[in-house]
C-alpha cells in the first residue's frame, strides 16, 4: 500500500518526465520551483524523506567554544605550576641529591710571592640528606706552577680520591704549590668534584674557581740604556737580574726583544740562542746576573724605539722562547738626528762586506754637518780593529796619517783644510786603504770569523749662545774576512773500496771503469749548504756505486750531471781534520774517433756554498779529468790513451 506522500512524489516524477519527452510542453528553466515545507523544530528523531540542515544557535556555539578555552588555559596552568614545583623541588634543594647542597671552598692565604710555597685547604661539604659515593677531586693548577716537593717539576693537574662524603659532612684535602708570574699578576685554580648518589650509578660535578694573587716577583731586572741616541750611534744595554725569592730559582733565561732599526753587534756573555736568549741556568737566593748588549741604533730624528726584556723559564719545546715569565722589563730611547753625519763604506758598497785574505781594500767614510751652525775645527779619527787586520798594509788619503800605536788614522785641519770649518749642510769623504792578513797554514788552522772594525769619531766645536761646546758623532763600517773553500779532484783505479774492471789503456768498444774522488777543504767560516757539480760526457756511464754510502751525492740522467751536497761544511774541515770525501765510480766506452787520445772523462767541478759569518756566497772550481789517472800508485806513461 502506496503513502500518499509516496503517490505524490510518483506522480511528480511523471510530470517530470512527460515535460522532458513532450514537444508540446513549455521549456523547463521556465517552471517555478517547488517551496520546500518547513518542519517544526524537534518534531522528529528519525530519518525523513528530505535532509533538513543543522544550524547551531549563538547560544550553543559560545557554550562550545568557553569549553575549549577553558581546558586549554587549566591544562597550560597545570604545565607551569608541575614545571614550578619541580624547578623548585630540585634547584632549591628539596629533593634527595641536589648540586646546590655540594660545596666547595678554598681555605688560605688569597696572595703569595712568587716562588713561595703556598699552602691551601680544600673543603667539599655534602648538605644532601643522603650520602656522596666515590667522591673524587680534580685540581686545575695554572701555567708554570710546580711541585712544592721538587721545584724542577712542573704540575698542572692533580686527581685527588674523597671516597664517600656522608649527608651533613665534608672532606678536607691540602694542597700544596708553589706559583710563579709577575708582580700582581692573577693566577687561577680550577676544583672539580665528581660524585654518585647513594645507591645509584649516575654521576654528578660541581664546580668551582678560586684565584690567587702574586703580590711580587721572584727576581728584580733593572735594564740600563741611553734616553737619547744620534742615529748610528753605538749603544750598551746592561741588564741586572737578581733573586727576589728565598728558594733557588732553576731554569732561568733572559729574553731580549729588539725594535726596528737596531743591529746587535756583540754580547757579554754571548748568547745562547739567536743573539737575544740568555740561558742563565740556576740562580741562588740573593744571586745576581748582569748582561751586557752592545749594538747600533739607527733611525730617523725624533722617532722612539722600545726594547722589552722578558725574565723567565726557557720553553722546553722552542728554546727561542720564554714559557714562564717572572717579570718583563720595557725601555724607550729617542733617536736623534747625529750632530754630524756618518757613512761607511768598503770598496764602493754600503753595510758589511766580505774580503778575502792578502787582499787589499779602500774604505771610505762620507760625513755631512746636519747642524744649522757651523763646527769648527774638526777631526776625524777612524780606528782599526780585527783579526783579520794586517797592520802593514795601512795607508790615509787626503794627508791622513796612521798611528800605528793603537791602529788609528787621524785627519785634522792641518792635513785637511775644509776641517778648519763646516758649514750647515757641508759634506765631503776622506779615504784610506787596508790590507787584509795573507794566508798562511797558521791561520788556515786557527783562524776563525775574522773581521775588520772600522770605527769612526768626528769631534768639532760648535758656538751656542756665544758658548763654545764641544760635539762628536760616530760611526761603523765591517769588513768580513771570507772563507776559502778548496776542492780537489782525482781519478784512482787500485785504491779505495770501489773495485774497477775493463781494460787499461782503454780499448775502442770496450768498457773501462774508473773511481772520481772529490775532495773539499773549508778555511775560516762555517759553510751552509756547499754542492759540488760536473758534467758527464755522453761517452761516459754512470754506474751508481758510490762511497760512503751517508754522502748526499746523486745523478740526473736528463742534464748527466753529479751534484754533491754538504748541509753544513764546518770551518777547518781539511786543515784541522780530515777533508769531507766522496767517491764515485764511472764507465767510458771509447769510439773508434777516439783512438790514440785521452778523453776528458767528466767535466770541471764547480763548488758553490754560503758563508754563515759574511753572508756571501763562495765558490771554488776544479779542471776536467781525462783517462790520465796519474795520481794513482798503479798507473804507467800510456795508460790515458785509448788502443784501436
Not at 726596528?260 to 740568555?278: H, Q
Not at 762620507?366 to 794586517?390: S, Y
Not at 753544513?568 to 764511472?586: C, E, M, N, P, W
Amino acid at each position: 500500500m502506496n503513502s500518499p506522500n509516496g503517490g505524490e512524489k510518483n506522480e511528480r516524477i511523471d510530470n517530470l518526465e512527460r515535460d522532458l519527452y513532450s514537444r508540446d510542453a513549455p521549456p523547463i528553466t521556465e517552471k517555478k520551483r517547488p517551496e520546500l515545507t518547513p518542519h517544526e523544530k524537534g518534531n522528529s528523531y528519525g530519518w525523513t524523506d528530505e535532509l533538513t540542515p543543522f544550524v547551531e544557535t549563538p547560544e550553543q556555539m559560545t557554550r562550545k567554544n568557553s569549553f575549549v578555552n577553558n581546558f586549554f588555559i587549566a591544562a597550560v596552568i597545570f604545565f607551569l605550576a608541575a614545571t614550578a614545583i619541580a624547578a623548585y623541588v630540585i634547584l632549591g634543594g628539596f629533593n634527595i641529591i641536589s648540586t646546590k647542597n655540594v660545596d666547595i671552598t678554598v681555605q688560605g692565604l688569597v696572595a703569595v710571592a712568587a716562588g713561595e710555597e703556598l699552602s691551601l685547604d680544600v673543603v667539599v661539604k655534602n648538605s644532601n640528606s643522603s650520602n656522596l659515593d666515590a667522591a673524587t677531586l680534580y685540581i686545575e693548577y695554572p701555567e708554570g706552577t710546580r711541585d712544592a716537593n721538587d721545584l724542577t717539576k712542573d704540575i698542572s693537574r692533580q686527581q685527588i680520591d674523597l671516597g664517600q662524603i656522608k649527608s651533613g659532612g665534608s672532606a678536607t684535602q691540602t694542597i700544596k704549590a708553589v706559583f710563579f708570574g709577575e708582580k700582581d699578576s692573577v693566577k687561577e685554580i680550577k676544583t672539580r668534584v665528581d660524585y654518585k648518589p647513594f645507591g645509584s650509578d649516575a654521576f654528578f660535578s660541581k664546580e668551582k674557581t678560586f684565584d690567587i694573587t702574586i703580590k711580587s716577583a721572584p727576581l728584580l731586572m733593572a735594564v740600563n740604556l741611553p734616553q737619547e741616541v744620534n742615529s748610528g750611534q753605538e749603544i750598551t744595554i746592561s741588564i741586572d737580574v737578581a733573586s727576589n725569592a728565598t728558594a733557588l730559582i732553576r731554569d732561568l733565561a733572559v729574553q731580549a726583544e729588539y725594535p726596528f732599526g737596531f743591529t746587535f753587534l756583540s754580547a757579554t756573555p754571548a748568547a745562547s740562542v739567536e743573539k737575544n736568549v740568555w740561558k742563565i741556568g740556576d740562580l741562588n737566593a740573593n744571586e745576581k746576573r748582569t748582561i751586557q748588549i752592545k749594538g747600533r741604533m739607527d733611525g730617523q730624528n725624533e722617532e722612539e724605539r722600545t726594547f722589552r726584556f722578558i725574565a723567565g723559564t726557557i720553553n722546553p719545546a722552542d728554546e727561542r722562547k720564554i714559557a714562564i715569565g717572572y717579570i718583563t722589563s720595557q725601555q724607550t730611547l729617542a733617536i736623534k738626528k747625529p750632530f754630524i753625519g756618518l757613512s761607511f763604506q768598503v770598496d764602493g758598497k754600503t753595510g758589511p762586506q766580505p774580503v778575502n785574505t792578502g787582499d787589499r781594500f779602500t774604505g771610505t767614510l762620507n760625513w755631512t754637518n746636519n747642524l744649522p751652525i757651523e763646527v769648527n775645527d774638526a777631526e776625524i779619527e777612524v780606528r782599526l780593529v780585527g783579526k783579520g787586520l794586517d797592520r802593514n798594509q795601512v795607508s790615509a788619503g787626503g794627508g791622513g796619517f796612521f798611528r800605528s800605536s793603537d791602529n788609528t788614522i787621524v785627519w785634522d785641519k792641518g792635513a785637511l783644510s775644509e776641517l778648519e770649518s763646516l758649514k750647515p749642510g757641508d759634506t765631503g769623504s776622506v779615504s784610506f786603504t787596508v790590507g787584509v792578513v795573507p794566508s798562511t797554514d797558521q791561520l788556515l788552522r786557527t783562524g776563525r770569523n775574522m773581521d775588520i772594525s772600522m770605527q769612526a769619531t768626528v769631534r768639532g766645536t760648535r758656538v751656542q749662545g756665544g758658548v763654545p761646546q764641544q760635539i762628536s758623532s760616530s760611526a761603523n763600517g765591517l769588513a768580513k774576512v771570507e772563507t776559502n773553500l778548496v776542492p780537489e779532484a782525482k781519478i784512482l783505479r787500485s785504491e779505495g773500496a770501489i773495485t774497477d774492471r775493463g781494460p787499461i789503456p782503454p780499448t775502442v768498444d770496450s768498457e773501462t771503469t774508473y773511481t772520481v774522488n772529490w775532495y773539499l777543504a773549508n778555511s775560516f767560516n762555517d759553510v751552509a749548504n756547499a754542492t759540488m757539480k760536473a758534467e758527464l760526457p755522453p761517452y761516459v756511464r754512470w754506474t751508481g756505486n758510490f762511497t760512503p754510502g751517508s754522502e748526499q751525492l746523486t745523478y740526473d740522467s736528463s742534464s748527466r750531471v753529479v751534484t754533491w751536497t754538504i748541509p753544513d761544511l764546518r770551518a777547518g774541515v781539511g786543515y784541522t781534520s780530515a777533508a769531507k770525501h766522496v767517491a764515485f765510480q764511472i764507465a767510458f766506452l771509447p769510439t773508434i774517433s777516439q783512438a790514440n787520445t785521452s778523453p776528458d772523462l767528466i767535466g770541471s767541478a764547480t763548488v758553490v756554498g754560503s758563508d754563515r759569518f759574511t753572508a756571501s756566497e763562495v765558490r771554488a772550481g776544479v779542471s776536467p779529468l781525462s783517462t790520465r789517472f796519474n795520481q794513482d800508485s798503479e798507473y804507467r806513461t800510456g795508460d790515458e790513451r785509448v788502443r784501436d
